[in-house]
């Protein structure tokens, strides 16, 4: 059975599913992005992230991935997840997290889950 496809925001995102992405992406997140066309026909990007229940297409662009690092007190100067923060969520999730391994082709309208409506 495949794994739910989740298309969200990432303000939209509960405080558990942002520790485990900043532990996936110890180093940010803009490196990562991948582009993909949205329900609407038009090409976005994302931060793939995959858990044991779904897939998740985390929506944000390289600036507003830049900003969420900057301004986020777990990542150092040099954009770094801090020990602390390492520490403290890594003990919280130990084997809560996969590898993003997400087929773009396979998402359909059906499969897709977004927050358009908020």
């Known amino acids: 059975m495949s794994k739910p496809r989740v298309i969200k925001n990432y ?23 991948i582009r993909f066309t949205d329900v609407n026909g038009k090409i976005a990007s994302a ?25 986020d007190d777990d990542y150092d100067d040099d954009g770094i997840l801090t020990d602390e923060a390492r520490e403290e969520y890594g003990d919280k999730y130990d084997d809560d997290i996969e590898e993003a391994d997400i087929d773009l082709d396979e998402l359909s309208d059906e499969d897709v889950d977004t927050d358009e409506e908020d």
Do not use: C, V, W
């Open 11 to 33: 303000d939209k995102l509960d405080e558990d599913l942002l520790e485990q992405i900043k532990l996936n992406y110890p180093n940010g997140f803009e490196r990562h992005l």
């Open 47 to 71: 931060l793939p992230f995959e858990t044991s229940e779904k897939y998740y297409l985390i929506r944000m662009t390289k600036s507003e991935a830049q900003l969420i690092i900057e301004d």
